[in-house]
């Protein structure tokens, strides 16, 4: 069972500067079903929401996600499981598709949305400046691995990769981190080349793009199974995996039951998408707090969070 901690009641107030997207107009669709039930809704914008605005009538949650797809790719995994929550409590949930990293950025520590499925930094985050708590989890520990070509024995050791290229997402993703993390000083961390999904990153390396790489190792092992192509230079420590976040509009209650709802066998079908894109294997596991404390600090030298 997932432990629930108190609830605030006030969200953060969010006071905008000055801030100027251009954007397509945000789409809103619902629909219903054949039992006459109403379908959940979801919506794309690259425009920050009204602190608060959505929960007015004391019905609404906001589901989120990083905007790591388009809209209609973020619809397919995480629509179904806004649905199936919907069911669940009783209470619409709306999946929102923040459209930039910026626009999630910005929402998130602002406490915007209610339930967040996201990286395991951002869940340590969530939880402790904004009250979360962390329902529901991808079993099993996650590492990070830095490797370099297997032909390439220029390198023994993580500071040697000072000053070269290495092929990873863009900050604040969690790989990323974890290697910059290893060099204290700003000036002696390796270049980012910035490249979107696993599989590129891999293959940037062994095509010579880049001299290093950051991966999970469970991804490095479908890539490289026999270790013929890349050699770990740096595993990191283990740490939890993604995760189910619920902030302090959601009702106590609510939570105990979106963290029964994700992990019970009835989520098989509605989670399916998801679970398929993360190999999360058969279902989510019980999630507590406990197991992302001190996670956050891979943020600590990231702006917007602290």
């Not at 605030?8 to 500067?17: K, N």
């Not at 050791?157 to 290229?165: D, K, N």
Request: glycine share 8%; hydrophobic share 40%; aromatic share 10%.
């Amino acid at each position: 069972m997932a432990r629930i901690k108190g609830c605030r009641s006030a969200p953060a107030i969010l006071l905008l500067l000055s801030i100027s997207i251009a954007a397509a107009d945000p789409i809103n669709e619902s629909s219903t079903d054949n039992q006459g039930l109403k379908k959940v809704s979801y919506q794309t914008t690259d425009v920050l929401p009204t602190p608060g605005a959505a929960l007015s009538a004391g019905d609404t949650y906001i589901f989120s996600a990083p905007p790591r797809e388009t809209a209609e790719a973020g619809q397919q995994k995480y629509g179904p499981v806004a649905e199936y929550l919907t069911k669940v409590l009783g209470k619409e949930v709306v999946y929102q598709h923040p459209g930039t990293w910026g626009v999630y950025r910005t929402a998130m520590t602002s406490g915007e949305y209610d339930i967040v499925f996201d990286g395991p930094h951002f869940n340590s985050y969530r939880m402790e400046k904004l009250n979360h708590n962390i329902l529901a989890k991808i079993p099993g520990e996650f590492f990070f691995v830095v490797i370099v070509r297997k032909d390439d024995d220029r390198f023994t050791q993580v500071s040697e990769l000072a000053g070269r290229t290495f092929c990873a997402h863009a900050p604040p993703n969690l790989g990323t981190l974890t290697l910059l993390g290893q060099f204290s000083n700003p000036s002696r961390q390796p270049v980012i080349r910035n490249t979107k999904g696993w599989k590129n990153i891999y293959q940037g390396l062994i095509q010579g793009k880049c001299q290093s790489a950051a991966v999970p190792l469970a991804n490095l092992k479908k890539y490289d199974p026999t270790g013929a192509h890349a050699r770990v230079l740096f595993k990191a420590n283990a740490l939890p995996n993604q995760a189910f976040s619920a902030g302090p509009r959601v009702t106590p209650e609510d939570q105990r039951k979106i963290a029964e709802a994700l992990t019970a066998a009835d989520a098989a079908l509605p989670t399916e998408n998801l679970r398929k894109t993360y190999a999360v294997g058969d279902a989510f596991a019980m999630a507590t707090n406990d197991e992302y404390v001190g996670v956050s600090n891979f943020l600590a030298n990231e702006w917007g969070y602290y």
